[in-house]
């Protein structure tokens, strides 16, 4: 059988970031028949009258077709993740983190541009749904997905369903205010979660810790510039044994810790599940976010330990989960229908 | 017909709160036959062996029987709501407000004195399930019910069901942190939202304004001692137009918007009742809550408007969601079976 296979076997899933787009073919039975990667365009970008991030979903479609030995024939539907509020339509209402993304009806000009099925979600719940699926989370009747990059994604499955809401924008726990006071959030408030527990919070962190004259190795592997550290040098620093580097991890690890405890008291979960583009960060600041929730979480020690785990899909997590919901062909709740 | 009609009729309903008890029994045509209502004992004291709460709730159980004609003849069940994490099996596991609370087995303690089914579940869990059933949250399939008293509950409707999470301790939402170098809180931990959302957090604001200078009306009502001043004078004073008591109960309104846009960025209810013993003071503060809650809200102007409004079933709630739970004897997700 070519890969591609029987109609209906295979579903597209492209997942939509800040920096780089990842789209994939999945069959049926779970297998990844098609990769394709490209950086995301500027926001702002137009081409010929439609956003360049269309133009872009589009080329990546075709590039997974040429990739498939039966090419679309016999793909079932494509599934779009996008960062921000997506509506039941598929239209992007609000994406702080993609601001020429406001109001863009994704959903509508893919459909009459590609000849498939199109179904588009939010990329932190398609995330969640593939780690319920296929993941780490798999088998969990209530479960906490965060996917911590450049900001903070969430998808909650509560008694077995995916907890959408009353309009499908559940799970926007990156802009939950943990500090009033605190630096100034991309979506117009203070001090919003993932100010302090994403990339770029760790990064923030970073450059507070250098300009308070702390972090000097992490200084220097940055060109000895304190604004130009980011996370990736605190974090190659604290695997090589850099003390000060680990410090600003644990703090990062710290108000990781916070957010799930605030989530964990209201939803209860039975597993929390962490991935996202900070997840390479994670083995160094896992220990911390242990802690720290255990001391955070209300009656900690009166009630079973809620495990916190690394997400078992990586970076393909949003693509395989935009496949999932598209398959599914809806943006309801409930467990996908076939066994995977 | 007597009251207390045939067996199977009446359920008894008990909420246990931090001052005072209410107990009621209800018909299965949502009609209220019988009320007691008594002090709530000393969290600390005992008697012949047992915790004072557990005499207080037979107490109560015995004036609801005499008040029925037909005595405990049909009554089928007894709930009760107590605040803090109530694990499935009615025990109590972690109560900051309810100190000796802790630990203790109130439905095991109850079950061998009261001969009747008993169950027992979180106040908060109960006065949703009452205000989803019959009050201001009556239709909808996704809700918010937050119950404003000496502390902060909440009960979470989610696709037409209550939400309980992994062990049933879902809708502990007074305890997300949302100011980390806030407050101390009967918890342990600094600055949960209850710390400013609640009836003590009105106290706590208002001390702090008359500390500072402020609020000299209200300070002299509480006798010219600032330690002195409690919500109910600042309420008084700015129901009778005093703008510096306003001012105060503003400040409130914005730290319950806080919080409740926190949530609704979670759950995306599509409504958000507000009720408890904070519920009096509300129409001063509902028009701040509104606008701060659009203000803060991720989206606002791009998502349905979400409306927040009083919780209808006043102080019976959490007694008549007690019943209501024992009657449908569980403690899991879903509307209740009968009409009412």
Redesign the interface.
């Known amino acids: 059988m070519k890969a591609g296979g029987p109609a209906g076997a295979v579903t597209l899933g492209i997942d939509v970031g800040g920096t780089k787009m990842l789209g994939l073919a999945l069959s049926d039975e779970g297998e990844i028949l098609a990769q394709s990667r490209r950086a995301s365009p500027h926001p702002a970008a137009t081409a010929a009258g439609h956003p360049a991030a269309v133009h872009a979903l589009v080329a990546t479609m075709g590039e997974l077709a040429e990739e498939l030995a039966a090419g679309l024939q016999g793909v079932r539907a494509l599934g779009v993740g996008m960062p ?2 997506v ?1 039941d339509s598929g239209r992007l ?2 994406a ?1 983190n993609l601001p020429a993304g ?2 863009l009806d994704v959903a509508g000009r893919l459909r009459g541009r590609v000849g498939l099925p199109v179904v588009v979600d939010n990329d932190a719940t398609c995330a969640a749904l593939a780690e319920w699926t296929l993941g780490a989370a798999a088998g969990a ?2 479960a906490l997905v965060v996917t911590l990059g450049t900001g903070i994604g ?1 998808g ?1 499955v ?2 077995g ?1 995916v ?11 990156g ?7 605190g630096p100034l959030c991309t ?1 117009g ?1 203070r001090g919003c979660w993932e100010r302090f527990a994403s990339g770029s919070g760790l990064a923030r962190l970073a450059r507070e810790a250098a300009h308070a004259g702390r972090l000097g190795s992490v200084v220097h592997l940055a060109g000895d510039d304190p604004d130009a550290v980011r996370g990736e040098h605190v974090s190659a620093a604290a695997a090589a044994g850099d003390t000060e580097a680990q410090s600003v991890l644990d703090e990062l690890g710290w108000w990781i810790a ?1 957010g799930l ?3 964990a ?6 597993i929390v599940v962490v991935g996202g583009g900070l997840v390479e960060t994670l083995t160094l600041v896992l220990p911390t976010i242990v802690r720290s929730f255990a001391e ?1 979480l ?2 900690a020690d ?3 330990h ?1 495990p916190i785990v690394p997400a078992a899909l990586g970076e393909q997590a949003g693509a395989i989960g935009a496949a999932v919901v598209a398959r599914e062909d809806r943006r309801g ?1 409930g467990a996908p229908t076939s066994g995977l």
Chains 1, 2 share one sequence.
């Open positions: 921000g509020l509506d209402r609000f702080p406001d109001d009747t209530d969430g909650i509560a008694d369903q907890l959408r809401g009353a309009q499908g924008f559940a799970g926007e726990i802009h939950m205010v943990v500090d009033p006071s979506c408030k916070l405890s605030n989530l008291q209201v939803l209860d979960p039975g955070m209300e009656g009166r009630r079973p809620i709740p």
